[in-house]
T-cell receptor
Framework: DTAVSQTPKYLVTQMGNDKSIKCEQN?????MYWYKQDSKKFLKIMFS???????INETVPNRFSPKSPDKAHLNLHINSLELGDSAVYFC???????????FGSGTRLTVV | SQQGEEDPQALSIQEGENATMNCSYK?????LQWYRQNSGRGLVHLIL?????REKHSGRLRVTLDTSKKSSSLLITASRAADTASYFC????????????FGKGTHLIIQP
């Protein structure tokens, strides 16, 4: 029944490692997003993606890369993890850009 | 620059009272959305108000939008303990897949 599901929910890893977070939506939405929420709860968009176009926030390091095997999935791959990458990462989807979002429950990433 | 600044940052009221949160923004919008985030959870979409609308209602929620002042307010009437959460406004400017720009949020605590 879960509309937007993310795995894993928690991820603890060492600096320098490479990790992936998976996201799947079963809503038939056209657009998916990745947001980063820092310790002060500020949400910052990282990527938005529909079946035609990937928009990358220019402030996101190129160590972060989205991968979309199909319209229902948008995975986040992170290379060479750094301490500052520790945050909660949220996947979301919307019918179209500008419509209300449905968020996943988040992945808490801790880099040690 | 960050868009969608909420005010106040934190609000504590007694159960049964009304809670009002404000949001200001700097540039023109296509629509403005409000979200709720319970501790440790993903964000939940509450209401979307378009730039040509002035007021919308949903149950105990009332949202107003004043485009001349570039501000919006969220009113929760007859608050309940379950309303304790962080509330975010998010601005959609349109014209591309830029996604929503979120403010810092208001942390609302309802005292039983």
């Amino acid at each position: 029944d879960t509309a937007v599901s993310q795995t894993p929910k928690y991820l603890v890893t060492q600096m320098g490692n490479d990790k992936s977070i998976k996201c799947e939506q079963n809503l038939g939405h056209d657009t998916m997003y990745w947001y980063k929420q820092d310790s002060k709860k500020f949400l910052k968009i990282m990527f938005s993606y529909n079946n035609k176009e990937l928009i990358i926030n220019e402030t996101v390091p190129n160590r972060f890369s989205p991968k979309s095997p199909d319209k229902a999935h948008l995975n986040l791959h992170i290379n060479s993890l750094e301490l500052g990458d520790s945050a909660v990462y949220f996947c979301a989807s919307s019918l179209r850009d500008g419509y209300g979002y449905t968020f996943g429950s988040g992945t808490r990433l801790t880099v040690v | 620059s960050q868009q969608g600044e909420e005010d106040p940052q934190a609000l504590s009221i007694q159960e049964g009272e009304n809670a009002t949160m404000n949001c200001s923004y700097k540039t023109s919008i296509n629509n403005l959305q409000w979200y709720r985030q319970n501790s440790g959870r993903g964000l939940v979409h509450l209401i979307l108000i378009r730039s040509n609308e002035r007021e919308k209602h949903s149950g105990r929620l009332r949202v107003t939008l004043d485009t001349s002042k570039k501000s919006s307010s969220l009113l929760i009437t007859a608050s309940r303990a379950a309303d304790t959460a962080s509330y975010f406004c998010a601005k959609y400017s349109g014209g591309g897949a830029d996604g929503l720009t979120f403010g810092k949020g208001t942390h609302l605590i309802i005292q039983p």
